[in-house]
Nanobody
């Protein structure tokens, strides 16, 4: 059974940084990604890492967020810099071998950016 456990969320002031981690167990995947959902909004794509090296980002986070992974430990990270209040959301880790379908999800971690 696949399990994803996110950590690293919290409260930070605008302009600050956080690093999210997601530990995956139960299987390996060629795509690991981060999504987020703000209150009253739909869940949206943030970043993905494919085959351990190819990355893609939402326009809203390009240049501020960096996704990386440790394949040996089955962990994916999201380094978030220059955070803005509009980055406030629950951040979810997702994995798949058939992205963008067949996703398995973590439980989410709250990120709150104060102005």
């Amino acid at each position: 059974q696949v399990q994803l456990v996110e950590s690293g969320g919290g409260l930070v002031q605008a302009g600050g940084s956080l690093r999210l981690s997601c530990v995956v167990s139960g299987s390996t995947f060629n795509t690991m990604a981060w999504y987020r959902q703000a209150p009253g909004k739909q869940r949206e794509f943030v970043a993905r890492l494919s085959n351990g090296r190819r990355t893609a980002y939402a326009n809203s986070v390009t240049g501020r967020f960096t996704i990386s992974g440790d394949n040996a430990r089955n962990i994916v990270y999201l380094q978030m810099n220059s955070l803005k209040p509009e980055d406030t959301a629950v951040y979810y880790c997702a994995v798949s071998n058939t992205w963008p379908v067949g996703l398995s999800w973590g439980q989410g971690t709250q990120v709150t950016v104060s102005s």
